[in-house]
């Protein structure tokens, strides 16, 4: 696999990742803005928008039968955040030049079909306002989305516990929207918000196949014009609260959830941080896995996750109304462990060799190599595949242990079972 990065114009990059295995290409377009949750919702409504109608294929009916032309390929988005930063991307995909059946340039011809989509919006009469049906089918579809968060109640209770552990942070802001913020809405103020982000984001474009990008550079170059680079925040650490916050909800559930988040008021290395969270709970063979979920049975799942960029390591479970206190004592029990070295060495070297046989399975698929390498741009590590693995391999358990220590129990929130009338 070879990778390289190239400067198309300022704010403008281009990655080519070469793999010769890949049938297909796959070409994506990021774009990142500084996080302002009060356009949440009008970004999030011009990027559906856009991934369901264009100038060119007004319809998704006539968008269908252009990616049926090109051998069923397919256009696909989302929005997030990461740290301090918004997250509009783009990607496409379709089988590579040398399967097409007549000699097509599949690569070329999705290259173009994505830059219409981006850069010529289906819009009124006018031309200063995205029509109306577009607009209304796509706002509609926003709202469902807001509305059905509440219905699946882990979701819910991971972005209820994110709002009290980052209160008064970005982070504590879905990358949607309110439900009020989206009946503000019209037509014209998502086209604008559209012009804005067009011409101030960022731009990140990663290719991967096997196709010679010399063309698409051309595309690519010609379609974005510079722009002035942005201050952009992805490592936004958030500070540990001086006590706990303690929130409890009711609603009617079979299944209790308990939610964590420890956070470290220091500065941990990325592969130190990851490597203390798989140990505490993000493998099969984890400590809460072993103990909490297996030995103690004391909930249905329980597992661990680190959002490194805000020094945070968020616990899920969930669990039977009964057990809800024994199980966060016996969770906050394992962290001690962890902070007292009281764990076998074996726990260490399983969670090395998971960690690195991730690394080397990133290659295996087109959207698993553009996700590393776009992780790797957060975290501004330009390390090779050998180097992050000699990383990880080099971290000894006093390592684990000094990270765990600078662990505290920041928020814990707790949806329960609504009492009987």
Known sequence: MKEITKQLCEGVQLTAIAEPKFKTSSIAVIMLMPAEPENYAKWSLAHSILLNSCEKYPSVAEMSKKMQELYDSHINGAVSVSGDVFQMSFTISAIADSYALNGEKLCQEMTAFLLECLLHPLLNSDNHAFTEQAFQTELQELLDTIDGEINNKRAYASKRLKEIAFAGEIAAHTCYGTREEVLALTPEIVYQAYLEFLEKAQILIYYVGSENVSELENLFQNAFQPRKLLDLHFYSPSACKSEPVIVRESMQVNQCQLLLALKSNQNINFEPFRMTSLILGGTPFSLLFSNVREKLSLCYYCSSKDIRIKNTILISSGVSAENLKKTQQAILEQLELLQKGEFDDNLLANAKRY???????????????????????????????????????????????????????????????????
């Open 355 to 421: 960690i690195i046989n991730a690394i080397r399975l990133t290659g295996d698929t087109p959207s698993s190599c553009i996700g590393e390498a776009l992780e790797r741009f957060i975290r501004e590590d330009h390390a090779s595949v050998e180097k992050r693995i000699a990383l990880f391999e080099q971290i000894k358990k006093e390592d684990i242990i000094a990270t765990a220590n600078t662990l505290q129990l920041d928020s814990v929130y707790i949806l329960e079972q609504e009492a009987q009338a």
